[in-house]
């Protein structure tokens, strides 16, 4: 709680009294307003086909900003509250399908999730800036 000190001079002769008044104020508890999402967006309406190689290290977008995809370019940041890229290493080289709707059940790779209704209707990011 916040306090707020003021007073009054007045004079008495040649004293001077202070009268200081100690008011409490109340002030709303510092809350942070944040209006960015916390779900990803379909970046995709299918899987990216990709070949990884072995030990190289990958961030796998998790929100569905990023420019490029299936990667993450930084976009969640400042596009969305909560949601961090998905970092792997291969163990060996090897093509895979990693998934672009951001919805599967097994990220980062597709589990065909992007096939269902929500996924097929949704609308694509198209406005990325
Ligand atoms: S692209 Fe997301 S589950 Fe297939």
Known sequence: ???IISGTLRKFG???LVQLWILPVITAPKVQLCTLPT???V???KPFK???VEGKRYSWCSCGHSLKQPFCD???KTKTKGLMPLRFVPEKDSKAWLCGCKYT???PYCDGTHKQEFIQSALLLENKD
Do not use: D, F, R
Request: aromatic share 0%; net charge negative.
């Open 105 to 107: 059940a097994n990220p």
């Open 39 to 41: 779900e990803p967006v």
């Open 43 to 45: 970046a995709a309406k």
């Open 50 to 52: 990709v070949e990884l």
């Open 14 to 16: 040649s004293a001077t």
């Open 1 to 3: 709680m916040n306090v």
């Open 74 to 76: 930084g976009s969640h």
